[in-house]
């Protein structure tokens, strides 16, 4: 397939690689790539061996019911230990990926339970009193729904929850296995994936007071749209239509600007359809500004290298979720940090970005997959996602344990500990990373 890069994918281009936007020019003047770091390769490997363990643990932890997920361990300051539906969706779906991918049948087998349990714990949940139905965004890890006050409903969890068991459905039927337990048909409906399915078609377009991804502004977002669209189909176009609302003409609104979860969404609900996918040319724009808002903004970003296994590594800016994020992990009216999740996202789409482009592509004329000027600008543009990589491993404790958060100043760890989603986002990174190196190294 060919493709064409227009100039705000140059752009995009040497946004990742510089780590700050700089005009298409420099990027033909760039010598060829050399090959990832080794040593930097080698701190991925090991971080996402104890990332795996880390996201394992958090599913059906000791004292909770099979299949919950906890957001992380902690039970104060701050206090997470509770089965949020939309983080929850997230983690099994990439561990959905993790069995899919995997040869080896152990690991099959701990992956395919930790998968069922949750599925079970899903309807569970589905089915007991809350404060939203199917839209109730958090619950207690034994099942029973969290009443307390928060930001209900969020229409995106339901969604994900069926993003993640769809995927899980389709590797047992793959497997000859019946999936009817999980999407029966019927209505009413006794399945997880189709109750959700329904909560998706009759609630999408509701109101415009259902919750964004950060639990913080009410209103109609970029992300829950893009979580939900895939899994609706008869309401695709509906829901596609009215997402160019959310182009300003220079950004994707998010609800709110220069927000990070507009390519988390893109990394989570995708169709590979080019309709805001990671080389489109609004996400792109989108990711430029939201590198250039953040680069200044943090003290900790002054520092361009870090030291890995004795070996000088670039960096790229820490990110935060938005500019006038006030919570640091602990209480609200702070000033924001840097998040592990959002900086690991940044790692990951330039890497994406370059698997898309990975068949033949034009600019000004056309180079094969596996030519020089294919290979050194490929190269050049998922390098920039090792600059974003070298980044968390900089912040990351040396024992492997990730934080929710990095104080602004000092770097340090802060937030909650052991939060699945940021060892979930590192191991997606990782994933990408290394579909990449086989893609431009061989290896």
């Known amino acids: 397939m060919k493709s064409s890069i227009s100039i705000t994918s140059i752009l995009a281009i040497a946004a990742f690689v510089a780590g700050t936007p700089v005009d298409h020019g420099s990027l033909a003047k760039r010598a060829a790539a050399p090959p990832f770091n080794t040593a930097l390769t080698n701190w991925v490997n090991t971080e996402t061996t104890y990332a795996k363990n880390g996201v394992l643990a958090n599913i059906s932890p000791s004292g909770a019911s099979a299949g919950s997920v906890q957001a992380a361990p902690s039970t104060s300051n701050p206090d997470y230990r509770y089965h949020w539906v939309r983080d929850a969706g997230i983690t099994l779906h990439e561990v959905?990926?993790?069995?899919?991918?995997?040869?080896?049948?152990?690991?099959?087998?701990?992956?395919?339970?930790?998968?069922?349990?949750?599925?079970?714990?899903?309807?569970?949940?589905?089915?007991?009193?809350?404060?939203?139905?199917?839209?109730?965004?958090?619950?207690?890890?034994?099942?029973?729904?969290?009443?307390?006050?928060?930001?209900?409903?969020?229409?995106?969890?339901?969604?994900?929850?069926?993003?993640?068991?769809?995927?899980?459905?389709?590797?047992?039927?793959?497997?000859?296995?019946?999936?009817?337990?999980?999407?029966?048909?019927?209505?009413?409906?006794?399945?997880?994936?189709?109750?959700?399915?329904?909560?998706?078609?009759?609630?999408?377009?509701?109101?415009?007071?259902?919750?964004?991804?950060?639990?913080?502004?009410?209103?109609?977002?970029?992300?829950?749209?893009?979580?939900?669209?895939?899994?609706?189909?008869?309401?695709?176009?509906?829901?596609?239509?009215?997402?160019?609302?959310?182009?300003?003409?220079?950004?994707?609104?998010?609800?709110?600007?220069?927000?990070?979860?507009?390519?988390?969404?893109?990394?989570?609900?995708?169709?590979?359809?080019?309709f805001y996918t990671v080389d489109s040319d609004r996400v792109l724009a989108t990711i430029v500004q939201h590198i250039a808002k953040f680069n200044s903004m943090y003290a900790i970003n002054t520092a361009t290298t870090t030291t890995i296994a004795s070996t000088s590594v670039p960096v790229g800016p820490a990110l935060g979720r938005y500019p006038e994020d006030t919570y640091n992990g602990y209480e609200s009216g702070q000033q924001g940090n840097p998040w592990t999740l959002i900086t690991s996202g940044m790692a990951d789409s330039p890497l994406l970005y370059g698997i898309t482009f990975s068949n033949s592509y034009s600019v000004g004329s056309t180079y094969g997959s596996g030519s020089a000027t294919f290979n050194e600008i490929l190269a050049n543009t998922m390098l920039g996602g090792d600059r974003y990589m070298a980044r968390v491993a900089r912040h990351t404790d040396a024992n492997g344990k990730m934080w929710e958060e990095w104080n602004l100043s000092t770097g340090f760890g802060q937030g909650a500990p052991d939060l699945t989603w940021s060892y979930g986002a590192h191991v997606s990174a990782a994933t990408s990373r290394a579909a990449a190196s086989k893609i431009v190294y061989g290896a």
């Open 96 to 274: 959905s990926g993790w069995l899919n991918a995997t040869s080896d049948s152990s690991a099959a087998a701990v992956y395919n339970k930790k998968l069922a349990d949750y599925a079970t714990f899903s309807r569970t949940i589905q089915t007991v009193s809350s404060p939203s139905g199917l839209g109730t965004a958090k619950f207690y890890m034994d099942g029973t729904a969290y009443t307390g006050p928060w930001c209900n409903p969020q229409r995106d969890g339901a969604a994900m929850r069926a993003v993640s068991l769809i995927s899980y459905a389709r590797y047992l039927k793959s497997q000859g296995k019946d999936v009817t337990q999980y999407y029966d048909g019927k209505s009413p409906t006794n399945s997880v994936i189709k109750a959700d399915l329904e909560y998706v078609a009759n609630n999408w377009n509701a109101d415009s007071q259902g919750c964004d991804i950060w639990e913080e502004v009410r209103g109609n977002h970029f992300y829950t749209r893009m979580i939900q669209r895939p899994w609706y189909n008869t309401q695709a176009t509906a829901i596609t239509n009215g997402m160019d609302a959310f182009w300003s003409g220079s950004i994707i609104l998010p609800t709110i600007n220069y927000n990070g979860g507009v390519f988390l969404a893109v990394l989570h609900a995708s169709l590979e359809d080019g």
